[in-house]
């Protein structure tokens, strides 16, 4: 008989237009492509800029890549030319238009999805509509979370269990029941959407449960990390899980891909802060970030300011320039020439090359939101942590780090708050700050342990991704 030639897999991804959901999707379908898979990743125009050139540059090394651009209706509901992302709102109101306008792109995608008949779809959680798109089209759903087992496993075992209804009070601990580990914590710890019942609850019960309606999910982790919360996910909801991360060092490996992740703006070819790492002694510099959403309030940015500057380290720190209010503008450009005159820091305005200032060998810790990109990023690199959680499940992905893999130490958050109303006053004093930083970057006996840990996984990760080796193309 004569041999069929073998059909090109064809997988469309739809990732939510978001930096935390995005990003890590957009590396996913680039190493599908990588693996002989024809990738179409649907997306709107502003947001197919901020990924644009690595999707040529795979194009251009013969994988199957490209993008399908939808028009995002920004005119229609009065957001300026190129607010399509999350990211871009700077009120709950706005957050509401722009979340309605990525709604309205429903009906679009399914005739897109219909024209061009993909063997399957990748989607993110928060389009749970596509479960039913997928199943009139007779094609696999796969769901796509962009946190950790971890934080899954608490999430479903607190929306079943409630333990933090029965609590006398907001400092009360409780055990997340069901887990292979005792964990505790409060209830504003708890995520928003976890902790009361309110109009957005079925909506995110839908979201949540839409993984177990799909044919499988795909989680951006790797074994020696929390393979028991693999295991417990997979036998608590019996869904069909793919391991497949650390996809950011998977599929950035140079410098140039590393720079260009996640957003527009060519990188100047020696920039300053690279310079300034560069002068600095290996793992001296602690990172500071809280990922793409977080704005801290004046009083709390004083607070960082005060801690960082007194913590006996060197640091880079991210700041968002619409931050705050108008003292702090010139609170922080004030702040920033004095840490240039003493050489103690360094303020990078609005976005970093998060991946390529982690691997840097100058950088010895991070101070993180606990977004779980930056959390996977940071233990890719070897790096421990000052664990900083601002809102949704980033208290749990905290646990993780702190409780389980004990590579990261807490800074001390008590409550979760949403990143669009975070309030005037700080929740962290600069001594908690310093105290968090000696112990990250410090020489007893204790910190030291830590950061063996954290290198040790930083080894299992690139392990991990050595193992397979994507196709080369001719
Ligand atoms: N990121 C970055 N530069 C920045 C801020 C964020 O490259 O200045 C990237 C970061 O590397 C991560 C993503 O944006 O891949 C943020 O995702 P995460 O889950 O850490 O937090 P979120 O922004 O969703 O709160």
Redesign the pocket.
């Known amino acids: 008989m004569e041999a069929q030639p073998q059909h090109q897999l064809n997988v469309m991804f739809l990732p939510y237009p978001?930096?935390?959901h995005m990003?890590?999707m957009v590396d996913t379908a680039r190493l599908f492509a990588k693996h002989g898979v024809s990738v179409t990743i649907i997306t709107t125009p502003a947001n197919a800029l901020t990924f644009q050139k690595a999707i040529d540059s795979d194009f251009n090394c013969r994988y199957q890549i490209r993008t399908q651009v939808v028009p995002f209706p920004a005119a229609q509901l009065g957001l300026p030319d190129g607010v399509e992302n999350i990211k871009d709102s700077t009120s709950p109101e706005m957050l509401g238009t722009i979340s309605h306008g990525i709604s309205m792109l429903k009906d679009e995608i399914e005739l897109l999805l219909q024209d061009l008949k993909p063997d399957c779809i990748v989607t993110d959680f928060c389009y749970p509509w596509t479960v039913e798109s997928a199943k009139k089209l007779g094609i696999p759903r796969i769901f796509f979370y962009?946190s950790s087992y971890f934080s899954n496993c608490v999430g479903n075992s607190i929306r079943k269990h409630r333990p933090h209804e029965s609590l006398a009070s907001d400092t009360h601990k409780f055990t997340i029941p069901g887990l292979p580990q005792r964990i505790e914590m409060t209830s504003p710890q708890v995520a928003e959407w976890e902790r009361t019942r309110n109009e957005t609850t079925g909506y995110f019960d839908t979201m949540f449960k839409s993984e177990s309606r799909s044919y499988g999910a795909l989680y951006n982790s790797f074994y020696e990390l929390e393979s028991e919360y693999e295991e417990l996910h997979k036998s608590t909801l019996g869904t069909r899980c793919w391991t497949i991360g650390p996809v950011?060092a998977w599929v950035n490996k140079d410098d140039e891909q590393k720079a260009d992740?996640?957003h527009i703006e060519d990188l100047a070819e020696e920039p300053e802060w690279l310079n300034w790492l560069n002068s600095k002694q290996n793992e001296s510099v602690l990172y500071v970030?809280f990922?793409?959403?977080?704005r801290l309030p004046h009083a709390q940015l004083v607070e960082l300011a005060h801690g960082l500057e007194h913590c006996g380290h060197s640091f880079i720190w991210?700041v968002r320039k619409r931050d705050g209010n108008e003292n702090e503008g010139c609170f922080l450009q004030e702040f920033e020439q004095k840490m240039k005159e003493s050489k103690k820091g360094y303020i990078i305005w609005n976005?970093?090359?998060?991946?390529l200032i982690l691997d840097h060998p100058s950088v010895g810790g991070i101070v993180t939101?606990c977004?779980?990109?930056?959390i996977i990023?940071s233990v890719s690199a070897g790096l421990a942590m000052i664990t900083w959680p601002m809102f949704a499940e980033q208290s749990y992905n905290e646990k993780l780090v702190v409780d389980v893999l004990k590579i990261g130490v807490a800074v001390g958050v008590k409550e979760l708050r949403f990143w669009l109303s975070v309030g005037d006053e700080a929740t962290v004093r600069r001594e908690e700050i310093v105290k968090a930083v000696v112990f990250l970057m410090g020489n007893s006996q204790e910190s030291k342990e830590m950061r063996k840990r954290a290198r040790k996984l930083g080894v299992a990760a690139k392990k991990t991704i050595e193992r397979v080796e994507p196709l080369t193309t001719t």
């Open positions: 978001t930096p935390g990003i890590p962009s950011s992740r996640g970030s990922g793409s959403h977080t991210v976005w970093a090359p998060q991946i939101h977004g779980w990109n930056s990023e």
